[in-house]
């Protein structure tokens, strides 16, 4: 079982806050978040690189949980901000992130995101296609200014993840593809682009990742390109995708090794040119916010199929949590008022969604449920509320921060009045 802490009675507690008094108070499901365990991570993504003679940024990717007090945190502990929507722009703006620490990234930005990047002085576009880069020259032209960019790089690397947040593989929609030589045609025409400074590379392998070969492959690759270019890059940016710990099967690899290996690819792989070393930028989303959020669920009712298997229904499920149906994803539940408890059942613990594949858990180990109690599913804090779904019409649960055993609504939950307030009645004549 993956780390918990508890109050003094031995329950479930987050940033020093009884777990079931947030559900009592604030109601389920419920997004809880230990704030202290997500500035301890960015500190930890930070030190590791101030340990060597380098220029660094550490970007919060925005997607893995975008809410303006989280970007409020990740600010405040001296992380950039990268982001992949207009939506995402917004909130930073309104979270007061200074713009010209956001970077942009994304295969399709539209039009007017790319006008709101500019408008909002975005310090980095990240380039992804020729199609964005014709766009933005034009874009940036129009409005006399020179926006820096990186050129998205699809890497070549296959980490070994999920197919569906595999994304440094050739054949993938992300990125300048290498060896049709489009990656080269790309940097000949940004370096002539008289709107655009092109900064440097970036390249992304993917999510979810335990290996510390496949980082190190991919920024040697990038070593090799700007070698082979003949480029000195101001920036290289090696995106994001460090795993963390969901369940027993899990090993997560601390942040220094990842940053050392990266590191010493870079400087070994650029020892004997005279150029500046680059900075190295990384893009973490999931490791920054994955441990430090759990959701807590009423239980419901049970069925009990004898000899197959019992179920054990929880209040929330695929609407705030897609992961379980989409990825096979794996998670750890706990009774928050026992967390420690001898468990005495294996339950497959059900959403309330209509539809088979709503599983949150498909075995879990408890402790003796009953119908009131509050369950806790462990490590949700990423790419959970950022992905939560209305469906079914369930109002999306609230958020809310907890730190030095205060408990602050962050996102307000909705109501069943707030999933029609945007529907028009339909008049046909
Ligand atoms: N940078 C880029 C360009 C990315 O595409 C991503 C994730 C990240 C950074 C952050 O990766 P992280 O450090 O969070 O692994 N919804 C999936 C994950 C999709 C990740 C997509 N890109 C999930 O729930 O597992």
């Given at each position: 079982t993956i780390p918990v802490s508890t109050d003094a009675q031995g329950r479930l507690a987050i940033g020093g806050v009884t777990a079931s008094e947030l559900a009592r108070e604030f109601g389920t499901p419920l997004y809880a978040y230990d704030v202290g365990v997500i500035r301890a991570n960015i500190r930890a993504y930070r030190a590791a690189f101030a340990a060597h003679q380098v220029d660094y940024t550490v970007s919060?990717?925005?997607?893995a949980f975008a809410t303006i007090a989280m970007f409020q945190v990740a600010v405040s502990e001296g992380a950039h901000l990268d982001v992949v929507s207009g939506g995402e722009i917004v909130t930073a703006q309104r979270a007061g992130v200074?713009?010209?620490?956001v970077s942009f990234n994304g295969n399709n930005k539209s039009d007017a995101e790319l006008q709101l990047a500019l408008d909002a002085g975005l310090g980095t576009i990240i380039v992804d296609n020729r199609f964005e880069l014709n766009r933005l020259e034009e874009l940036a032209a129009a409005r006399h200014v020179v926006q820096d960019i990186l050129l998205r790089i699809a890497p070549d690397v296959s980490a070994h993840t999920h197919e569906y947040i595999m994304t440094g593989q050739a054949d993938s929609k992300f990125g300048f593809d290498v060896a049709s030589g489009q990656a080269h045609d790309a940097l000949i025409a940004a370096q002539a682009a008289p709107h655009l400074n092109l900064l440097g590379l970036h390249a992304h392998i993917g999510s979810q990742i335990f290996a510390v070969d496949g980082f190190v492959a991919e920024a040697q690759k990038l070593v090799d390109l700007v070698r082979a270019w003949d480029y000195a890059p101001q920036v290289l940016d090696l995106g994001g995708g460090f795993g963390i710990q969901y369940t027993d099967a899990d090993t997560p690899i601390p942040p220094t090794e990842f940053v050392d290996a990266l590191v010493s690819t870079i400087q070994t792989g650029l020892a004997?040119?005279?150029?500046t070393l680059p900075a190295i930028w990384i893009e973490p989303g999931r490791s920054i916010v994955g441990a430090a959020g759990i959701t807590l669920y009423t239980a419901g009712g049970t069925k009990q199929i004898p000899g197959v298997r019992t179920y054990q229904t929880v209040d929330g499920g695929m609407g705030d949590n897609i992961r379980p149906a989409l990825y096979q994803a794996e998670y750890e539940a706990v009774?928050?008022?026992?967390?420690?408890a001898a468990t005495t059942q294996v339950v497959t613990l059900a959403g309330?969604?209509?539809?088979?594949?709503?599983?949150?858990?498909?075995r879990a180990a408890l402790p003796p449920v009953v119908p009131g109690d509050i369950l806790a599913v462990l490590?949700?804090?990423?790419y959970g509320y950022s992905m939560a779904s209305h469906y079914n019409r369930n109002p999306l649960p609230a958020v809310v921060f907890c730190e030095d055993g205060q408990a602050q609504v962050v996102v307000r939950r909705e109501t069943w009045a707030d999933l029609v307030a945007f529907d028009e009645p339909y008049q046909h004549d």
């Open positions: 919060y990717a925005a997607k200074n713009m010209a620490h004997d040119t005279n150029w009774l928050a008022d026992r967390p420690h309330k969604y209509c539809e088979s594949g709503d599983i949150l858990v498909e490590a949700t804090g990423a």
